[in-house]
């Protein structure tokens, strides 16, 4: 389980500082799938790279309750899909590679790692890839990879900033179930921002929403949709639409616009 | 110079302009005219040769300006002698090893500068002053301790190296993506292992920038050394032509020198392209 209790984060800004995140709370139960949705500028990079260790807090406390552990730096059980793939991918390394160097060490084997590099591609249907340059990929192959190196890290809780954000409405859509399908058969526990209400609420079990800067939590929509999703059914269930008038009421009631 | 640009964009640049000018990567495929255009250069540079060649017949030239066959002429002569071998030898090893050194140090100090900002901080007043100072100026100096040896040359010829090398590793270093470096560091990754997966690759165009850069600094410094002082090499050989007036041997070592910088530059062009075929401004012409 994740735990985030008033965590607070400034950056030094022009001499005084600029206040993004000013008390975020909320939980990550083993196994849930929790989005989390804010208008853009919010904070939302800002939050993640605090839960991933990667950025210094001004207050607070993010804690991993199985290990007890508190996270001041990036802890081995989280791996990461970052907003911008074309940038988190290293354009002078294979594909193949580009999944493999995160394991290095964690499996020391080289015969294992190549196994389980093969699988993850086979997971993210990028079997026969391996030997591909990032860049002779299109897009949505691009996060596919992105998808495929953090699986293959094996990690108990998946962080994913905003993955589906800059590809087309169809591939976003397969992106979407792809990450329903892994998460199904990994049992991985996911923590997802977006600022896309239908996506937070397709995808998750909880949906986080928060205001804009300075950021805080407006509240919490617990989605009772049936699982397994499915992008046609779900979204026509009146259900749907209710959980998502009822983000897009908490959203707009603090004021800010948000693509819905 | 050069050195002093600070640009991020400076190998993409000077990549995608060469990219773009290799003969029959044209898009419109017009065969006929990228041949025309691959043998216009030869056809002006031969022009020219003939010119100078009718002028310095015709006395238009000074005597100190000999007709282009008496400078061939001495060239072939010239080239087979021991002599000339020598200092041929001389020139390229202090290029190289000047290179070598002053390429290796650049390297090293634009990673830590680049990877602890705290020792940028201390010194970049004086690494901004010390760069601008021509490294010819040490001369003088390096003369009196070490006197005419190829010692000097590989000092001097490493004092041109280093700069362009430092900066361009420190701009390098300190432009991997933020995307990257964070990626390196969620999946664990031990600092030595992003050096040389993360680190190093994204540097590596600057490098190439800077290589390329020094190698043309190191070739103007030990020649100018060599002619300056007596240190040997085919700099002392053009200063003792030259002053005991024997134009077309002069000549004949200065198409030499000439020579040697644009086979480096080959030279390296080559292992860019090989390099770097992954980098934007290869991607289709290199593959
Ligand atoms: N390293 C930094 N230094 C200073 N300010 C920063 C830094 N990173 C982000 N900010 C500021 O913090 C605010 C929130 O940025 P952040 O990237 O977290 O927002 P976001 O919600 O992810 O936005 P988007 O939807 O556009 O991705 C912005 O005003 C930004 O300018
Ligand atoms: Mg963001």
Redesign the pocket.
């Known amino acids: 389980m994740l735990s985030v209790e008033h965590l607070k984060k400034s950056?030094?800004?022009s001499g005084g500082s600029?206040e993004?995140l000013r008390d975020i709370s909320f939980t990550v139960e083993a196994g849930e799938f929790v989005t989390i949705v804010?208008p853009?500028?919010?904070?939302?990079?800002?939050?993640l790279r605090c839960l991933a260790g990667l950025l210094p807090r001004s207050g607070g406390s993010v804690t991993l309750t199985t290990s007890g552990r508190v996270v001041d730096s990036p802890p081995p059980e989280i791996a990461c899909v970052f907003?911008d793939y074309s940038r988190s991918l290293m354009p002078w390394s294979k594909v193949g590679r580009n999944v493999e160097i995160p394991l290095k060490n964690k499996i020391r084997e080289r015969g294992k790692r190549h196994e389980q590099v093969e699988r993850a591609l086979r997971e993210v249907d990028l079997d026969g890839f391996a030997d591909s340059y990032p860049w002779q990929l299109s897009g949505g192959m691009q996060q596919r990879v992105a998808i495929a190196r953090a699986l293959a890290y094996r990690p108990e809780f998946l962080i994913m900033?905003?993955p589906f954000a800059s590809v087309d409405a169809q591939t976003r859509a397969d992106l979407e179930d792809l990450i329903l399908r892994v998460r199904h058969d990994a049992g991985l526990t996911i923590v997802l921002v977006t600022?896309d209400i239908d996506e937070a609420v397709y995808l998750g079990d909880r949906v986080v929403v928060m205001s804009g800067?300075p950021t805080t939590v407006v509240d919490t929509v617990t989605v009772d949709l049936p699982r397994p999703r499915s992008q046609i059914a779900t979204k026509a269930l009146p259900r749907f639409a209710e959980l998502r008038t009822e983000v897009l009421k908490l959203i707009t009631r603090d004021g800010a616009e948000v693509t819905a | 110079m050069n050195t002093g640009t600070r640009a991020a964009e400076l190998p993409a640049e000077t990549m995608t302009l060469e990219a773009e000018a290799r003969p029959g990567t044209d898009p419109t495929g017009r065969d006929r005219s990228s041949a025309a255009a691959r043998l216009l250069p030869w056809g002006t540079s031969i022009a020219l040769l003939v010119v100078w060649e009718l002028l310095s017949r015709a006395k238009v030239f000074p005597s100190e300006i000999p007709p282009v066959t008496e400078i061939a002429r001495a060239l072939i002569k010239l080239v087979p002698t021991h002599e000339f071998g020598a200092s041929l030898l001389a020139t390229i090893e202090q290029f190289v090893v000047g290179l070598l050194v002053g390429g290796v140090a650049g390297i090293v100090l634009g990673v830590l500068l680049g990877a602890v900002p705290l020792l940028y901080q201390l010194t970049h007043y004086l690494l901004d002053f010390l760069r601008f100072i021509p490294a010819v100026v040490y001369l003088p100096v390096l003369i009196l301790l070490l006197g005419s040896t190829p010692g000097v040359g590989y000092v001097l010829g490493a004092a041109g190296a280093i700069w362009p090398m430092l900066f361009q590793t420190y701009y390098g270093v300190t432009g991997v993506s933020a995307i990257l470096r964070d990626t390196g560091r969620v999946f664990g990754l031990r600092p030595h292992q992003r050096l040389l997966h993360i680190t190093l690759p994204a540097v590596s165009p600057f490098v190439a920038t800077g290589l390329r850069i020094a190698a043309s600094h190191v070739l103007v410094v030990v020649t100018a050394v060599q002619i300056i002082s007596s240190v040997a090499g085919l700099g002392s050989d053009i200063a003792a032509y030259a002053s005991n007036a024997v134009y077309p041997q002069m000549y004949a070592l200065l198409v030499v020198v000439g020579a040697l910088g644009v086979l480096m530059n080959f030279g390296l062009e080559r292992l860019e392209r090989r390099q770097l075929h992954w980098h934007t401004s290869y991607r289709e012409a290199g593959r």
Do not use: F, I, M, N
Not at chain 1, 40 to 47: I, V
């Open positions: 950056y030094p800004h600029l993004v804010g853009s500028g919010a904070g939302k990079t800002t939050l907003q900033d905003e600022h800067r």
